[in-house]
């Protein structure tokens, strides 16, 4: 007769080897097999995670990509013909103020779109 090491129940040993009894022994390895189960699906599920992400960055990269191709104006260029057309310097004329909302408008487009 042994002692069982984890419920200290005395039971009858296969051999020296034996340190557990067979109920101890089968409910140790039913919670392994949950815990592998357990940690499978959780796998699976940030792999599921992975594959998303890795498409949404795709879709954006795409989408900035058209976003660089159809900007024809990049934000430092735009800055620099606001100094140019502003009204300011062209004695308030409404030409000046129309390109300066084109300008704005652009503005913004190019900082919500980057």
Same mark, same amino acid.
């Given at each position: 007769?042994?002692?069982?090491? +984890?419920? #200290?129940?005395?039971?009858? &040993? =296969?051999?020296?080897?034996?340190?557990?009894? $067979?109920?101890?022994?089968?409910?140790?390895?039913?919670?392994?097999?949950?815990?592998?189960?357990?940690?499978?699906?959780?796998?699976?599920?940030?792999?599921?995670?992975?594959? +998303?992400? #890795?498409?949404?960055?795709? &879709? =954006?990269?795409?989408?900035?990509?058209?976003? $660089?191709?159809?900007?024809?104006?990049?934000?430092?260029?735009?800055?620099?013909?606001?100094?140019?057309?502003?009204?300011?310097?062209?004695?308030?004329?409404?030409?000046?103020?129309?390109?300066?909302?084109?300008?704005?408008? =652009?503005?913004?487009?190019?900082?919500?779109?980057?």
């Amino acid at each position: 007769m042994k002692k069982c090491q +984890t419920c #200290n129940d005395y039971f009858d &040993e =296969l051999g020296e080897w034996q340190k557990i009894c $067979k109920p101890c022994f089968a409910k140790s390895k039913r919670a392994e097999k949950a815990r592998e189960q357990e940690l499978e699906n959780e796998k699976a599920g940030f792999l599921y995670t992975i594959g +998303t992400l #890795n498409r949404r960055i795709a &879709e =954006l990269e795409a989408e900035l990509l058209c976003l $660089k191709k159809d900007n024809v104006f990049n934000p430092d260029l735009i800055k620099k013909i606001r100094v140019l057309a502003h009204p300011d310097k062209h004695n308030g004329s409404e030409l000046s103020h129309n390109v300066s909302k084109v300008l704005n408008a =652009l503005t913004q487009k190019t900082n919500t779109c980057i």
